[in-house]
C-alpha cells in the first residue's frame, strides 16, 4: 500500500473552529439542495450534519481519492431519507466535485433522494428502507473479520428506525459476535414522520434497551462536535462490545425556524426561506 492509497485520518483532525465551519457550510447546502430539487426530509439531514462531520472529518479512516480501498473504514446512512446531507459531507469531503450537489434529485443523476451504492462516490450501501443499515452493518464487520481486514464499520441509524423488529436482531447478533469494530449511532432528534417518536413507540429507556443487548453505550450531544471526534475515534473501545452513541439531537437544527419542527420533514424551504437560513449560518 503507497502512502497516495492509504486512509487519510491517522493522525490529525481539524480544529473546532474548522469543523463548525465545515457544518455551517454544509446545512446551507443541504437547505439549497432542499429548495432547488423540491425535495423533503430537510429536518432529519439537519439533525445529523454534526454526526457526519465528526465521522468524516475527525474519525473515518478513508481516502476520498481511492473511496473503494478494501481497508478503508466503512459508513453506512442507514436513515437513507437524509441522503442530502451524505452527498454533501462528501462532496465537502472531497469524493467528488460539489456542482454535483446540483443535480440531487434531477432526473437521471447520481444523487437520487435515497442512496444507492455504485452511484456516488462513498456511497457504501442503498438504503431507506428503515431497518436494514444496522444489519448490512453487521455483514460488513463479520466480512471484515473473516478476510482479516482491521476496519470499522459505522452506521448512522433513526431513533424511529429502532421500531424496526430487524434492528433488535442485528444488535442481538454484534453482541453475540463480540463485533467490537462496529460503531452504531442514533440521531435521536425525538420526532418520526407522523408524531414524537416517543409518542408512536415506547423506546425508553433507550440506554438502557441497547446496554441490555450486550453493546457498550454512550450517550452525548449529537452536536457537541468535540465529543463526538473523541468517541468516535475510541473505537473499539477496549469493552470487547459493539458500540452504541445515543446522540440527542435536535431536528432542524442550525435555522432557528425549523429547529424541533415537524413540519419541516416534509416542507420545502421558498427562496425566501433559504435566504433567511442562509443568513442565520454566516454564509450570506
Request: with cysteine.
Amino acid at each position: 500500500m503507497n502512502s497516495e492509497s492509504a486512509p487519510d485520518i491517522a493522525g490529525g483532525v481539524p480544529s473546532l473552529t474548522k469543523l463548525e465551519a465545515i457544518s455551517r457550510r454544509i446545512r446551507g447546502k443541504v437547505v439549497e439542495m432542499s429548495h432547488k430539487a423540491n425535495g423533503a426530509h430537510l429536518g432529519s439531514g439537519l439533525s445529523c450534519v454534526d454526526i457526519l462531520v465528526a465521522a468524516y472529518w475527525g474519525a473515518l479512516a478513508i481516502n476520498p481519492r481511492d473511496p473503494k480501498l478494501p481497508q478503508r473504514d466503512r459508513f453506512i446512512l442507514s436513515k437513507g431519507h437524509a441522503a442530502a446531507a451524505l452527498y454533501a459531507t462528501l462532496a465537502y469531503r472531497g469524493f467528488f466535485k460539489i456542482e454535483l450537489l446540483d443535480t440531487y434529485g434531477k432526473p437521471g443523476s447520481y444523487l437520487e433522494e435515497h442512496p444507492g451504492p455504485g452511484y456516488a462516490p462513498g456511497v457504501e450501501a442503498a438504503t431507506g428502507s428503515l431497518g436494514h443499515g444496522l444489519s448490512l452493518g453487521v455483514g460488513m464487520a463479520i466480512a471484515g473479520r473473516l478476510q482479516g481486514q482491521s476496519y470499522r464499520v459505522f452506521i448512522l441509524m433513526s431513533d424511529g428506525e429502532c421500531n424496526e423488529g430487524s434492528v433488535w436482531e442485528a444488535a442481538m447478533f454484534a453482541s453475540g459476535q463480540g463485533l467490537d469494530r462496529m460503531l452504531a449511532i442514533i440521531d435521536y432528534n425525538k420526532w418520526q414522520a407522523t408524531g414524537r417518536s416517543e409518542e408512536v413507540m415506547a423506546l425508553k429507556p433507550l440506554r438502557q434497551k441497547w446496554e441490555a443487548f450486550g453493546w457498550s453505550v454512550y450517550e452525548v450531544d449529537g452536536h457537541n462536535l468535540g465529543a463526538l471526534v473523541d468517541l468516535m475515534r475510541n473505537v473499539p473501545d477496549g469493552s470487547g462490545k459493539p458500540i452504541m452513541l445515543v446522540a440527542h439531537t435536535v431536528k432542524g437544527k442550525g435555522i432557528s425556524f425549523m429547529e424541533d419542527d415537524n413540519n419541516w420533514h416534509y416542507r420545502i424551504p421558498d427562496a425566501e426561506e433559504l435566504k433567511r437560513a442562509k443568513i442565520e449560518l454566516g454564509l450570506l
